[in-house]
């Protein structure tokens, strides 16, 4: 995966759009000196860094407003980990869902279906 | 034995679902017509309206029916269909479910979909709301059950229209820009014609429904495909309907990993999800995918595409959803899974 200018303009997107799904009020900027690190920063509440490395996967780390020392709160392997965790710090209260596949085939109303 | 075609009859208080139904009940195309009413309040009024016919009916008693819908309507489908085998009842080819006026018939649409009990025996077949012509529009302002109502229909039927004429009052064109896919008919008296509002394959498994969602009249403002993810939409009442685009095969687990995010995340904002999917596992053979919020039937795979275009198309009725979000989230996720399997070549 390039983490080229047009990388890096997806997942802002992606994390800006999780940002209002989950009702959150804030803003999600790419860290100037370093492309590959997204900051989100609420409006209320301590500020997230997000770090994508290509062996590692996307490391989560939340910086102390008083201190300023960054904590680590883990990593993940692919972005739908990485969403979960931003959820669930970010916005415990917001409603997840998980993918439920029915018991039930749609009708098959010719042969052409399997 | 074929699956029993299962329909929903959902609609606001008021907008005519029992007098709709009533008539249907004396077309003989639904002579076999099983009916599950559910009442609401201390009066079951409406029951006693459709008692009037020669349906077999069976009247849920524990109030709201999305509220008691994994226990009341899956046993009474499931006693339905056991009294039938057994020979007990009139072999009914058909079940035809009443909601309430309030409720919310995703949770109905669940239950139907995967309660093992009875998902074997039964298919769901089509979503049909009903409006007030008279007072829908208002309805639609106050209450939105009504519009949740109107955009997980797959058939409207605008009620009341010996009272006002919805085109002249533009509540056609709410629901058109509502729920654009779904075809709007009208009723006066309740009189409409059942013909084009049961079969038809409204949920089947050829992704005739699905190519309905395509056609041009009703997404117009679905852009032409350059070869990637796009969309387009129309907005209505909050709820947005796009078409989700991408000129090249999709993985499977990108797929899995997109559904899965949209179910966890968005699952109450996702209306309904329909698809034709090239995956890339199956060249040639186009997924059919359908969910009702995070609820999907499993996918069905077609042995050849059904027309000229091979994209993959998903089109979603949501609320809330910006579907350049969807667009991104797809092209973040098969990024992602495309470099996971070119390191996994080079290892």
New interface residues.
């Given amino acids: 995966m390039r983490n080229d200018a047009v990388w890096n303009a997806r997942i802002s997107r992606v994390l800006w759009g999780a940002l209002e799904v989950w009702g959150v009020s804030g803003t999600v900027v790419p860290d100037p000196d370093d492309a590959n690190v997204f900051v989100i920063s609420p409006r209320t509440g301590p500020e997230l860094r997000v770090r994508r490395d290509a062996a590692a996967g996307w490391a989560v780390t939340l910086r102390d407003p008083a201190s300023g020392a960054e904590v680590g709160l883990g990593r993940h392997a692919g972005l739908a980990g990485l969403l979960r965790r931003l959820r669930d710090e970010l916005a415990p209260e917001a409603p997840a869902g998980r993918l439920v596949i029915g018991a039930q085939q749609m009708p098959d109303r010719d042969a052409g279906a399997r | 034995m074929a699956?029993v075609?299962v329909s929903v009859i959902t609609g606001f208080l008021g907008s005519g679902k029992t007098t709709l139904l009533a008539r249907l009940l004396r077309d003989p195309a639904l002579a076999r017509a099983a009916v599950i009413v559910n009442e609401f309040g201390a009066v079951g009024l409406d029951h006693l309206l459709v008692e009037a016919s020669d349906e077999e009916i069976v009247l849920l008693d524990s109030g709201c029916v999305c509220c008691s819908v994994r226990g009341d309507l899956v046993r009474t489908a499931g006693s339905l269909l056991a009294r039938r085998a057994a020979g007990t009842i009139a072999p009914f080819e058909r079940i035809v479910i009443e909601t309430t006026g309030l409720a919310d018939p995703a949770p109905i649409l669940?239950a139907?979909?995967?309660?093992?009990a009875i998902?074997?025996s039964?298919?769901?077949?089509s979503v049909i709301a009903t409006v007030d012509a008279a007072a829908g529009a208002a309805t639609l302002d106050a209450h939105p059950e009504s519009v949740k109502q109107a955009a997980i229909a797959d058939r409207i039927v605008v009620t009341k229209t010996d009272l006002s004429d919805p085109a002249a009052n533009g509540l056609l064109e709410r629901l058109r820009a509502l729920n654009p896919a779904a075809p709007r008919l009208t009723a006066a008296h309740g009189v409409v014609d059942s013909n084009r509002l049961f079969g038809g394959?409204m949920?089947?498994?050829?992704g005739?429904d699905v190519r309905r969602w395509l056609a041009a009249e009703a997404l117009p403002h679905d852009s032409a495909d350059h070869g990637h993810v796009h969309a387009g939409g129309r907005r209505g009442d909050g709820i947005t309907t796009f078409c989700v685009r991408r000129g090249t095969p999709l993985r499977a687990v990108t797929l899995?990993?997109f559904?899965?995010?949209?179910?966890?995340?968005?699952?109450?904002?996702l209306l309904r999800l329909k698809g034709l999917v090239d995956v890339l596992e199956r060249p040639g053979r186009p997924a059919?995918i359908?969910g009702v919020?995070?609820?999907?039937?499993?996918p069905?795979?077609?042995?050849?595409w059904p027309d000229a275009d091979r994209t993959t198309r998903m089109v979603v009725i949501a609320h809330g959803?910006?579907p350049?979000?969807l667009e991104?989230?797809l092209?973040?996720?098969d990024?992602?899974v495309?470099?996971r399997v070119s390191?996994a070549r080079e290892d």
């Fill in positions: 699956p075609p669940h139907l979909m995967t309660d093992p998902a074997d039964l298919c769901l077949e394959g949920h089947d498994a050829q005739a899995t990993l559904l899965q995010v949209l179910a966890e995340h968005c699952g109450a904002r059919v359908h919020q995070h609820v999907f039937h499993p069905t795979w077609l042995d050849a959803l910006d350049l979000w991104a989230l092209d973040a996720l990024a992602e495309a470099e390191t």
